[in-house]
């Protein structure tokens, strides 16, 4: 079975950081395309950041120069290191990716910043 498994969420004050880890498995294929979305309460689903095929990483404007995404495609994982968290930031953070043209997501992480 395919699955991505997110882990790495929690409550963090602002100013703080947090590593956001994804680990896919269940396919001999690798995933391609993986990345970071998040949706926060009464809001549609939002990307935070993405590897293209290309090999490019998109991040959404709230988040540049804050956040970092890193992936071992040998480990099928991806990272999401967040620095400088604020309020807004809070929002169940999913992980993302695709398999022969099908796209797999994970069950969630949620992530908190108050003080």
């Keep these: 079975q395919v699955q991505l498994v997110e882990s790495g969420g929690g409550l963090v004050q602002p100013g703080g950081s947090l590593r956001l880890s994804c680990a896919g498995s269940g ?13 926060a309460p009464g809001k549609p689903r939002e990307l935070v ?12 404007d709230p988040v ?4 970092t ?7 099928n994982t991806v990272d ?6 604020k309020p807004e930031d809070t929002a169940v953070y ?9 796209t797999y997501w994970g069950q969630g992480t949620l992530v908190t910043v108050s003080s």
């Design 49 to 60: 950041a993405r590897f293209t095929s290309g090999g490019n990483i998109n991040y959404a």
């Design 80 to 85: 999401l290191q967040m620095n400088s968290l």
């Design 94 to 102: 999913y992980c993302n990716g695709v398999i022969l043209g099908r």
């Design 64 to 67: 540049k120069g804050r956040f």
């Design 27 to 39: 396919s001999v294929f690798g995933f391609a395309n993986m990345g970071w979305y998040r949706q």
């Design 69 to 75: 995404i890193s992936r071992d495609n040998a480990k």
